[in-house]
């Protein structure tokens, strides 16, 4: 069994200079799992450096179904990772350090002043649609998004852009409101994404719907989504860049984590995600199979609705906190994997703070919050989680008897993805599981969408935390120009949100995958998505059942 070594990264203040770039530089990808590794004998390290080769249908078995092919629909990372193939983003981020790099649709870009920025385009690109990208088409994805009547759950990543404007055929200029630095990391965010203008109209027409179809540039291509079943997509054979080695991907939605193993041992699958931390010695177990674990961006968090009592006391939710014990969690339900959560963003994300004075498991002094807060007798509450997650059925579980220990009764409830994902958003809840992926590697988008109350409900703030401290300081930091004071205004939000504690913020878990050894070049990155621009699947490996 081959092993994968976790990819190296860098701490926040490293990243810093990434994020407010004018122009771009082009650094080259270096895949660690597959370079300066011991291998088993000469034939294997040959078959990992020879040449790739071409054809072949990736089969991966994805935990959760898709919602929306639609850049501008779902906010999710299931819809993300077939999007991402299928549709192409101005500018991208490195894997490993996060710099922003012209590997996109983009050929160059610059900030021309505080508040204006122009992007060359590559000339030569045409949509799946056979009609050649222009700038009228950036125009009409990013005016389509910020469009109030499209109620895109993304709007927030771009309601900065004042103006939108077709300079020639080749060249976009955005103008934000304010200076806004982190604006490039927000255009290679999976909801910039360029659709075909032809294929917006067609859709405002009924002629095309967008939430089941995909008209990219994207090295792949929409082929069929059988719901519930399996979603594939084909190659692009068209592609203005280099092409795929892969034929086609299709992600079979089965959401039982031993079926996904299982159909990873028995050659039915090359690739098997979201692997749960209880069943990963299975996975290391299997003769042609490798478990490839990689840090993320992803925060899980217990939150509170902060506007119904006894949640809309700062004690009550202090005291909740201080009865948990993250490191307890980490080690008894993520088995080892990730690390505690102690504030909204970790090391992997601009801005973070490592000096943060968090509260702390202190179930006395978590007795007495209660006490000064009149509930001295605890209370009754409801906790949700959403089906099919093992990880947060056993968190639930967890929290559960260590809120028992301070006279706090909980009830779990399980509820189904979809009906979770509105209720919440509603308001609904007392108290719920959840995870934020700061997919932009900034602390904007890890915090502004969680905290800022212009966010109620579905763009990320279901906690309805409300701060008038936290919102100004959150308007400053986003249009602050300055590296160095954006990390100081930062450091002062992750310690009033830590002190406020809006939500418990649990773990930051890794990404776990099994991936069978017949596939070479399988990258999964921080936020959830896969890069299978080199990916190949060796013959001599690739068996039958797949």
């Not at 976009?172 to 304010?178: G, K, L, M, N, S």
Request: proline fraction near 3%; hydrophobic fraction near 35%.
């Amino acid at each position: 069994m081959k092993r994968y070594k976790r990819s190296g990264y860098l701490t926040g203040a490293a990243l810093a200079t990434a994020f407010l770039l004018a122009a771009c530089t082009d650094d080259s990808e270096v895949d660690e799992g597959e370079n300066g590794e011991e291998t088993e004998n000469g034939e294997e390290e040959e078959e990992a450096t020879g040449e790739p080769q071409e054809g072949g249908d990736l089969s991966i078995a994805i935990q959760g179904e898709p919602v929306s092919m639609d850049p501008h629909g779902s906010n999710d990372v299931p819809s993300a990772k077939a999007r991402s193939l299928m549709y192409e983003t101005l500018v991208t981020q490195d894997p490993e350090n996060f710099d922003l790099e012209t590997e996109g649709l983009a050929e160059s870009y610059e900030q021309t002043d505080d508040n204006t920025w122009v992007f060359e385009l590559h000339e030569g690109v045409t949509f799946h649609n056979g009609e050649e990208l222009t700038a009228d088409d950036v125009v009409a994805t990013f005016e389509r998004v910020l469009d109030e009547e499209m109620a895109s759950e993304a709007a927030f990543l771009f309601e900065m852009i004042e103006n939108i404007e077709a300079i020639d055929d080749y060249t976009v200029e955005f103008t934000t409101e304010f200076p806004f630095a982190p604006l490039p990391s927000h255009l290679a965010h999976d909801a910039a994404g360029i659709i075909s203008e032809t294929a917006i109209e067609e859709d405002e027409a009924g002629e095309l719907n967008l939430d089941i179809e995909a008209v990219g540039t994207g090295a792949f291509e929409f082929e069929e989504w059988e719901e519930g079943s399996s979603l594939t997509v084909s190659k692009n054979d068209d592609y203005w860049g280099e092409e795929a080695n892969l034929d086609s991907v299709t992600y079979e939605i089965v959401g039982e984590d031993l079926t996904r193993i299982g159909m990873l041992e028995n050659n039915e699958t090359h690739v098997a995600d979201e692997i749960e931390p209880t069943l990963t010695d299975q996975v290391e177990g299997l003769e042609d199979a490798t478990l490839l674990n990689e840090p993320s961006l992803n925060m899980s968090y217990i939150s509170f609705n902060t506007q119904e009592e006894p949640f809309d006391d700062p004690l009550v939710r202090q005291a909740i906190t201080m009865a948990v014990d993250n490191e307890v969690l980490v080690e008894g339900v993520y088995e080892g994997y990730g690390e505690p959560a102690y504030g909204p963003i970790n090391e992997l994300v601009f801005g973070y703070d490592d000096s943060l004075d968090d509260l702390g498991y202190d179930p006395d002094e978590a007795e007495a919050l209660l006490a000064e807060a009149g509930y001295e007798d605890g209370f009754e509450t409801t906790l949700w989680m959403n089906d099919e997650s093992a990880v947060r059925e056993q968190t639930a579980e967890l929290v559960q008897d260590q809120l028992s220990d301070i006279g706090i009764d909980v009830s779990i409830e399980n509820v189904e993805w979809g009906a979770y994902l509105d209720q919440t958003a509603e308001g609904e809840h007392e108290m719920f599981i959840l995870g934020w992926n700061t997919v932009t590697a900034d602390a904007d988008y890890g915090m502004y969408s969680l905290f800022h109350s212009d966010n109620f409900g579905a763009p990320g703030n279901r906690a309805f935390y409300e701060n008038e401290e936290v919102d100004e300081l959150l308007d400053e930091a986003r249009q602050e120009t300055d590296e160095q004071t954006r990390e100081e205004l930062y450091a002062e939000l992750q310690q009033i949100l830590v002190d406020d504690a809006p939500m418990i913020y649990t773990v930051f878990d890794d990404h776990r995958v099994g991936v069978s050894d017949s596939v070479e070049n399988f990258v999964q990155l921080p936020d959830g998505r896969f890069d299978l621009a080199d990916t190949y699947i060796t013959e001599e490996t690739e068996g039958d059942g797949y």
